[in-house]
Structure formats: structure tokens, C-alpha cells
């Protein structure tokens, strides 16, 4: 998101971040965590999360290469990110962050355009989960995927392909989806079925027929989702 601005502040904030690794299951964020720092995702996929009292979890998004994770307005994070596959990322202290938006205003307005863009994708997503089937919510789901790897790429953005990567369980796209895990299984089985989709391996699976997902998805594509931090 800086690169392009210059400034003595952008400089500091740079030179603070440091370098961490995740393994698969271990947390980035917890909730009730301070505020103080945010992450810039290098590599591997991130589930961001809120629990319940009662033990239910809610997935609220699935994040990846060159996305932004930590923003708050609260002084403790509300919700729980956590490494669904080997990560890396850059750790940035809050407060050098928040004193690059005060003295750059291009970078201001680009930090509200992303947040702009995360409230979107945030609609996108209830709207998902409270008008669409099992089998829809699925189908959008892999759109929503296939966008967001083509856009967050490692190495930058590349053209949408067919292939489908899966880092996450079907329990996590049961708790994304607001689905149950059987019922998960079942909508993947009736695309296959279909030959609307075929599965590489466990984490992967190939769209054979993109206008089918983007009709039962009820939408072209993710064409506008979603900005990178």
C-alpha cells in the first residue's frame, strides 16, 4: 500500500517491520490481543475468525499474499486470526502506521479506499450466506476464491485460472459459509456430480464450467474484489 509515497515517516515505518513465520494452527491474532501491531501478508492462507461464548465459530474471511490483517478501531482485536497453511508476514508497529496516514495524505486516501474495499467484500459476504443455497453459497465461494488468488497472487496479479487452490478444510468453509460440514460435502459432491467442477486433489479442484459457478453464484465474477494493503 506505501509503495510510491516517500516520506520520513513511511521511511520509519519500514524500517520497523520485522519478518515472522507461522505454522499451520498457530495464531497471528487473538482476541482480546492490544491493537499494537499489524500484519503485511507474505505468503501462505489466513483464516480470520470470531468465536462465540457458546464455542460456535464464524470464518470471516480468508486471507492471503499482500493483504492487510490487524486493522481496528478498538484498542483489543475482536477476532482470531489463525495460519490454515505455513505463513509468512511482515509485523509493522500501529503506532508508526498511524503517524505515515497523519503526515501523507495519498497514503491516507489509499488506506480508506482499502477499507472501503474489505466493508464491500464484508456485504458481499452476508449477502452470500443469507440468500443463497448451500449449493450457490459453495459456487460463490470458489469465485470469491478464484478472484482473490488471481488479485493477491505472491508474485503480484496475474489472469484468474480455472484451477482452484483449497488450503482450508471443509470445516472452515462450513464455518466461512454458515453451512454445516455435511452439507459442505454434499454441495461439492453435486458440482462434481454435475461436471461443473472436478477435484486435482484434496486441496484443489478445476472449474469446468466457469458460467455455471457464475450463475448458481448469482454473479459475473469478484471482478471489483478487492484491493490489497
Known sequence: MAKGYD??????????????????GEHLITEGQPTDYFYDII????????????GR???????????????????????????????RAICYPRAALEKALNTTPGLASEFRRVLTRILESA?????????????ERVASFLLYLRANQARFAPEGPREKSELIDLPMTRLDIADFLGLTIETVSRAFSSLKKSNT?????SHSC???????IRDLGGREDFTQHRGSI
Open 43 to 54: 505468503s501462505g492462507t489466513v483464516a480470520l475468525a470470531r468465536n462465540g461464548r457458546d
Open 206 to 212: 478445476t472449474i469446468l464450467n466457469i458460467q455455471s
Open 7 to 24: 516520506s520520513p515517516e513511511i521511511k520509519f515505518l519500514f524500517s520497523e517491520g520485522r519478518e515472522r513465520h507461522f505454522k499451520a
Open 123 to 135: 456485504h458481499d459476504h452476508i449477502f452470500t450466506i443469507g440468500q443463497r443455497s448451500a449449493v
Open 57 to 87: 465459530r464464524q470464518i470471516l474471511s480468508f486471507m492471503g499474499a499482500r493483504q492487510f490483517l490487524g486493522a481496528s478501531s478498538t484498542p483489543s482485536y475482536p477476532n482470531l486470526a489463525t495460519a490454515l497453511t505455513d505463513v
Open 197 to 201: 467442477i472436478a477435484f486435482t486433489d
